[in-house]
C-alpha cells in the first residue's frame, strides 16, 4: 500500500471518529447538535430555491437521505484530502480539523434554540479526530519501508563502532509493527465510527418523545363525521390515508422532539390580550374531529403529495377571538420549535371554517413525523402557508412586515390550494384488455368543493365521470368513469371543476410560486 494511500485513509478514518464521538455526546445535547445534522440543516436553510427544487424532484420525499449522503461524502473526500496534506505538515492537518470544528460549531449554535453545549458534539469530536489522525499518520509512516540505514540511525560518518555490536531492530520488524499498528488503529477508528454512529442515532432515538408520545390519552372523541358509503371508488386511491402512507413535507433533517409537559404555545403580537396555554390546557378546551385533505403546493400534477385525514383539534378560530387580534394585523405567523415559520390570512383562520389546532391524526396522537404533539391543519391552503408541525408560538402581524419561510425562496405568501383532479387508475403505461376499463380517481378544491369531474379520451369530446359521495367539501372526493375501451393506444385525460364553477385550466405550470396547475395524463394500451 502507497503511503498516500495510507494518508488518506487516516484522514477518513479520522472523520468516522469525528462523527462517531460526535453522534454519542450528541445523545447528551440533542440530536440537532450532531455536526452532520447541523450542517445538513444549514445547507436545508440555504440552497438556492431552484437546488432545493431539483433536488425534492430528483429524490422526492427522500431528498433528506440524500442531502445527509452527500454531506458525509463531501467530508469523506475532505478527510482524505486533509490525510495526505497532514503528511506533509502537522499545521494544515490541524487547521483543516479546525476548520472542520468551526463550521459544525457555527451550525449548531446557530441553529433554533440550540445552546452553546450544541458546540460540544463537534468539538470532543474534532479533537479525536486530531489524536487519531496524529495516531495513525504516525504508524503509516512507518510502516513504509525506509530507506537504507534509516532505521539505525546513523550519522553521516555511518554507525559507530560501539553501536554495530547493540542489537537493532531490523528495518523490516519495524515496518511490520508500523503496519500492524496503522491496521489496529485503522480498524478501531472504523470500529468506533461505526458504535458512535449507530448506537448514538439509537440512544437519540430511545431519548425521543416515543415514550411521551405512547403515554398521551387523547381526550374522549367527539361526533366523528361519518364516510358516506361509496365514497371509496375501487382502484381508487384510500379515501382516508393511513398515518404510515400520509406523505411528509418539512425542511427538519431529524423531527423536533417536543415532550407535551413542557410544551406551550404563546399567541402574542398585534393582540390585545396575548395568551400562553399548556398542554394541559389544550386538552380542556372543546375538541372537533375533522376529515380534512391537506395538500403540498410542490405537488406536481398526477403527484402523492396529498393525503386526507381525521384531524382532532381546537378550533384555532375561538383562540384568536380571544387573543383579539388588532384590526390590522392581517397575516397570523405559525413558528415551529425548530425555527421553520408559515403565515397564514387572519381572516382566513376566522372565517368559520374548520381551522384546527390539531392533536390527533385518525385517532391517534399525532406522529413525531407530523408534528407531535400539535400542529396546524386549515382547509383550503396549502402546507406551506398554513400547517405548522411542531407549533409553539402565533404571532399576529402584517403580511407587509414579515416574510415567512418559503417567501424569501421565491414562493407566494398567499396559497389557497388549486382545483386538481388525478387519474389513479389505470397507471401511465398500463395494458388493458379491450371492453369496458373503469377509470378513476381523485379531485380536490378544498373548502369550495368539486362539482364536476370530466375525462377525455384522445382528443375526443369530454365526457362526465361520476363523482363519488365525499365528508365535505373540506376533502377531496373521488370519481369513476366506465371507459369503452377499443385496442390501440389512448390518452386519458382529467379535469375537475369547483363550486365556484371554474374548471381547470389547461395550462401546465409547475409548482413554484404558488401551486401547479395543467390536466393529469396517462397512456394506455389496449389489446
Ligand atoms: N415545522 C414545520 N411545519 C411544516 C413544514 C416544515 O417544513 N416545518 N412544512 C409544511 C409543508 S410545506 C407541508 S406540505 C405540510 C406537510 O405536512 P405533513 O408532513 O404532515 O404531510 O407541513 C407543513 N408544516
Ligand atoms: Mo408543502
Known amino acids: 500500500m502507497k503511503l498516500s494511500l495510507r494518508a488518506a485513509l487516516a484522514g477518513l478514518a479520522a472523520a468516522g471518529v469525528a462523527l462517531g464521538v460526535a453522534e454519542i455526546v450528541a445523545v447528551l445535547t440533542g440530536p440537532l447538535s450532531s455536526p452532520l445534522f447541523a450542517v445538513g440543516g444549514v445547507v436545508v436553510d440555504n440552497v438556492?430555491?431552484?437546488v432545493k427544487d431539483a433536488g425534492i424532484a430528483i429524490f422526492g420525499t427522500h431528498d433528506k437521505t440524500a442531502l445527509i449522503s452527500g454531506t458525509a461524502l463531501l467530508l469523506g473526500a475532505y478527510a482524505a484530502l486533509l490525510g495526505v496534506l497532514a503528511l506533509r505538515s502537522r499545521v494544515v492537518a490541524a487547521a483543516g480539523i479546525a476548520l472542520f470544528a468551526v463550521l459544525g460549531v457555527v451550525a449548531a449554535v446557530t441553529r433554533n434554540d440550540a445552546g452553546i453545549t450544541a458546540a460540544l458534539p463537534t468539538l470532543v469530536g474534532a479533537v479525536a479526530a486530531y489524536l487519531a489522525l496524529r495516531h495513525l499518520l504516525r504508524a503509516a509512516v512507518e510502516a513504509e519501508p525506509?530507506?537504507?540505514?534509516?532505521?539505525?540511525?546513523a550519522g553521516p560518518g555511518g554507525p559507530a563502532e560501539g553501536e554495530r555490536s547493540r542489537p537493532v531492530v531490523s528495518p523490516s520488524a519495524y515496518r511490520?509493527?508500523?503496519r500492524?499498528?496503522?491496521?489496529?488503529g485503522l480498524g478501531s477508528a472504523a470500529g468506533v465510527a461505526a458504535v458512535g454512529g449507530v448506537g448514538g442515532r439509537l440512544l437519540t432515538s430511545r431519548r425521543a418523545v416515543t415514550a411521551a408520545r405512547a403515554a398521551v390519552v387523547l381526550p374522549p372523541a367527539p361526533p366523528v363525521p361519518p364516510v358516506p358509503a361509496g365514497a371509496q371508488v375501487d382502484g381508487a386511491?384510500?379515501?382516508?390515508?393511513s398515518n404510515d402512507d400520509f406523505y411528509r413535507i418539512d425542511t427538519a433533517l431529524y423531527p423536533p422532539q417536543i415532550d407535551p409537559a413542557t410544551w406551550e404555545l404563546r399567541i402574542h403580537g398585534m393582540v390585545r390580550n396575548p395568551?400562553?396555554?399548556?398542554?394541559e390546557q389544550l386538552l380542556q378546551r372543546p375538541m372537533v374531529q375533522r376529515y380534512v385533505t391537506l395538500a403540498c403546493v410542490s405537488n406536481e400534477v398526477g403527484g402523492d403529495l396529498i393525503g386526507n385525514a381525521l384531524w382532532l383539534g381546537a378550533p384555532i378560530k375561538d383562540l384568536l377571538d380571544e387573543a383579539q387580534p388588532l384590526p390590522d394585523a392581517d397575516q397570523v405567523v405559525q413558528r415551529s420549535s425548530d425555527g421553520w415559520t408559515c403565515g397564514s390570512p387572519t381572516a382566513v383562520l376566522r372565517d368559520g371554517r374548520d381551522a384546527l389546532l390539531a392533536i390527533g391524526m385518525n385517532g391517534q396522537p399525532l406522529p413525531v413525523r407530523h408534528g407531535f404533539p400539535v400542529r396546524m391543519v386549515v382547509p383550503g391552503l396549502y402546507g406551506y402557508v398554513s400547517a405548522c408541525k411542531w407549533i409553539t408560538e402565533i404571532e399576529l402581524t402584517r403580511f407587509s412586515d414579515f416574510d415567512a419561510y418559503w417567501v424569501p425562496r421565491g414562493w407566494s405568501a398567499l396559497g389557497p390550494i388549486?382545483?386538481?383532479?388525478?387519474?389513479?387508475?389505470?397507471?401511465?403505461?398500463?395494458?388493458?384488455?379491450?371492453?369496458q376499463v373503469t377509470v378513476a380517481g381523485v379531485a380536490w378544491a378544498q373548502h369550495r368543493g368539486i362539482t364536476a369531474v370530466e375525462v377525455q379520451v384522445d382528443n375526443g369530446p369530454w365526457a362526465p365521470a361520476t363523482l363519488a359521495p365525499a365528508v365535505s367539501a373540506d376533502t377531496w372526493v373521488q370519481w369513476s368513469y366506465?371507459?369503452?375501451?377499443?385496442?390501440?393506444?389512448?390518452?386519458?385525460r382529467v379535469r375537475a371543476t369547483d363550486s365556484k364553477g371554474e374548471t381547470q385550466t389547461s395550462t401546465p405550470a409547475s409548482p413554484a410560486p404558488d401551486g401547479a396547475t395543467g390536466w393529469h395524463s396517462v397512456r394506455v394500451t389496449v389489446g
Do not use: N
Open 48 to 50: 438556492p430555491a431552484p
Open 146 to 153: 525506509a530507506p537504507v540505514g534509516a532505521a539505525t540511525t
Open 176 to 178: 511490520e509493527d508500523g
Open 180 to 184: 500492524r499498528r496503522f491496521l489496529i
Open 237 to 241: 386511491t384510500a379515501y382516508v390515508t
Open 275 to 279: 395568551i400562553t396555554i399548556t398542554w
Open 418 to 435: 388549486k382545483t386538481e383532479s388525478r387519474i389513479d387508475t389505470p397507471r401511465d403505461g398500463a395494458k388493458r384488455k379491450a371492453g
Open 482 to 492: 366506465a371507459w369503452p375501451a377499443t385496442a390501440g393506444e389512448h390518452t386519458l
